[in-house]
């Protein structure tokens, strides 16, 4: 018993808990000071000691609860709110133990701990409405937009704490904590809906948003990204998806203030590649004509939560005749067990299988899927059935007659207990953990934070639960009783090259997987086990190859040619210094050899590249540089050698964020334009420092440079500037800089060609120019064409003031007065010109009717006839120009819609070329289908928009 200062002791400790029993005396005796009398102290210590012996971590709760004493700002007012109050210290105890985030969050804002020790705070449940009220108070206060935005950004933490301490403290269930969650998700969305309407001016916007997932169903997580499809109805002068980057950015940016949820939008229709609003009738017709059946499934949670109710309602409603119709095709039931089968065999191969409470054996998504899979079966024709929430669900299907009360209960029960761990784990440092811990200490701790003996007792339940739940998950959603799982085989049939009967079992595996060349992979797969004639491998390489061959053939399988897949892969390991070191690399990651096999088999140039450079390896293999990458550092290079690596580098990069689909077209043509810009700057910092040149000189990007819109092959059309007195110095760094570009870093692997033929007087004129002489040519000699041509020009490069005179200038020329008839037939009677000498092929990407040229001059006619008047029209790009003309309804949603979607099309696809060949081609054959009757409808929008006489 511990009662005063000279009771603390580590023997008296020990069977209290302590894994550092000499640690927590120390840390113990330091409270005893600091101006506190000793009798406050002691009535303290004695509270304290009784808590922390019963909380779940004694060690982390002491040492929470010392750095809490230490910013409380009055050591005896902590002291004596304690010492007065046992039930404080329990309940601060026992948060500190529970959850290290909260802990700091605490730590940090010491005001907070009134949410944990005031009953009124604590105690009271708060639905959607009170959270708004206060949501509402809170920011009315604000002045500004972003001080709203500030506002809500410091409401989540707070009452996060409340609806985490009721969950710790057991106030409050698995189902009340969810819904919590979401309400307070809810509400924020909604604030951030008519914060940024207040923003923009529209009291009512035409607007809505839809939750989807764990939200959709008012089941969300402690650290759940909220899942969210934007939808909008058309209005003139409402620029829906400006209005939606302006409602993500308010629950997702970071800043001091902190932010509020992260937001995934990939449940839109397109997914990543999609627009971030859509009307209701677009996706209508994505939904009956695109859509995937794992995206039907998504569906099913779908549910309005701010903005315009009509709106939402509208889509929600679609939604529900999409999701749920009258008959339901075998082959979509097939789909969503396909889908959920490459679930199970992704945990299978992580080797977490047994401790993963979400994706793992008789984890969450067991439930969750044979949940809704009967409500997709069942739903049209029973409407009761059609909930998002998962526990609702269970109970419409027990109250229908779809699974008995006692099916029922187990699974409602278990999905309780699963979901409650889930919440355990991901409450103690906001982390989407899903893994209960292996370590028996870690485990000890992890049982006894809900509320077990130890972690043995917890585990025997947890196994009880995920046993009985994948057993009744086996049975409703694949309509079998459980059965024992075949083991992966693939290891033992390699390992096995002289085995017949292997040899069998191989041959028809690499054939379901879409091998063509059996002799080849077999090939690779023996040297891999046994070595070639030059010497054989050594053990731990052998067993590193075998224990990623299964995983290695299915990533292959994947991909679009499994049999470059796996060449790359071994050639890959035949460069590195260590086989089994790569092998082990790729056995730790989930993603990192399915990402490799795709770049294989997708990107031979950029495959060709990394053989050649495998410092770049490590780079693939951070998942954080790749998936969020950081802008270039300040510093150019100052070689040739240097600038070449960099480029190299950077490509690399950009190929793989392409293959793999982290950068979506309009992502890739951004970061590939990026690395030309700096490209031109580095070689003309160094053009200047060797010729010593000091005067103002600028770089005009024009075409895909200057509309930020660059392919792998593209060529960069410039125009060089520079003040009146330097140009013929100036005219020596221009070549200077055009020779380090083309030459110079060629002998290093990669190379730009400028072309400056743009300039007034083609390539008969003089290279570098002043303002003035631009000025005059365009005033007086010009001709409509390169008005036209100018409408994509930009400051790419060198003096920022000079570049900025000669941006007022082309303006100027380009947007200075209307476009009579006569220019216009002009550009017309140039693009039929162009058709009839230059289109060869129907299967040209950019010259075919239909190709990019036709939607890039539908783009440019309109923006020369009507940016005069309307300056939002003027943009270099063309994605950037159709989406302005079609918010400023110079183009139908309908055509809009039509031309975004081919011109990203026909752009990845020539982009997918260069990834396939390694050189520039336009020609793709044969055609997809698809493809062709994008640029047929884009033809004849052509023939409607640029060609007709009503436009």
Known sequence: MIERYSDLTPEALAPMGFEDPAHACYVLQEFAGHNVPDALFEAFLRVVVRALEACADPDRALGNLARWADVSGSRYSAYAMIASDPEAARILTTVFAASQFFANLIISNPEYVEVLTNPRMRDRERDLDALWEDLTRRTAVARTPNAKRDALRRFKPLEVLRIGARDILGYADMARTARAISDFADACVRMAVEICAEEAGIPDPPFAVIAMGKLGGRELNYSSDIDLIFVHEERPGFQPMKFAEAVRDTMARVTD????????LR??????????????????????????????????????????V?????????????????????????????????????????????????????????????????????GGKNEQLRTGNSLEALDRLAHAGFITRDEHDMLAESYAFLRTAEHRLQIMDELPIRNIPRDPHELDKFGRRLGYIDGTEFHED???HTQRVHALFTRLFYGVEETSKPKDEIAAWVLAPDDPAATAHLREELTRLGFANFDAAMRILRQSIEGSEYGGMAPDSTDSFAAI???????????????????????????????SA??????????LLPRLCRLAAEGPAVWQLLLQHLEFLDLLADEEVMDSPSPPPAKLPATPKALATSVLRARLLCGARDIWEIHDVGGTMAELTTIAERALESALAMARAELGFEGRFAVIGMGKLGGRELGYASDLDVLYLADSDVLVPAAKVAERLQQILRDDIARYGIRFELDARLRPDGRKGQLVLDLATYRRYY???????ERQALLKSRPAAGDASLGAEFAALAAGFVYGSPLGDTQIEEIRAMKRRIEKERTQSANNLKL????????????QLLQLRFGPKKPRLRKTSTLDALLALRDDAKIQQADWEVLDAAYKELTQLRNRLYLRRGVGSDTFEPMPAATQMRMQQVRALGLRLFYGENI
Request: aromatic share 10%; with cysteine.
């Open 462 to 464: 947890y196994r009880r």
């Open 582 to 591: 790569l092998f082990q690399t790729l056995a730790e990651s989930d993603t």
């Open 549 to 579: 061959s299964g995983r290695l053939l299915r990533a292959a399988g994947e991909t679009s040619d499994p049999d470059s897949a796996l060449l790359g892969l071994d050639n890959l390991a035949r460069e590195v210094p260590s086989r």
């Open 310 to 378: 009509t709106v939402g309602g509208a889509f929600v409603g679609m939604a529900l005749d999409f999701v749920y119709p009258s008959r339901v095709e075998e082959s979509f039931v097939a789909s969503i067990r396909s889908n959920k089968r490459r679930i199970e065999e992704k945990a299978e191969r992580s080797g977490d299988a047994d401790v993963n409470v979400k994706e793992g054996f008789g984890g969450i998504r067991d439930v969750e899927f044979a949940v809704q899979l009967m409500q997709l079966v069942a």
């Open 848 to 859: 075919s009717p239909g190709g990019m040229t036709d939607i890039e001059w539908i783009a």
């Open 257 to 264: 203030a902190g932010f509020v949820f992260r937001v995934d």
């Open 779 to 785: 005033a007086d000699s010009a001709a409509t064409w």
């Open 267 to 308: 449940l839109r229709p397109e997914g990543r590649f999609g627009a971030l609003s859509r009307s209701v009738e677009s996706c209508r017709a994505y939904y009956e004509s695109w859509a995937e059946p794992w995206e039907r499934q998504a569906l099913l949670k779908a549910r309005g939560v701010a903005g315009d």
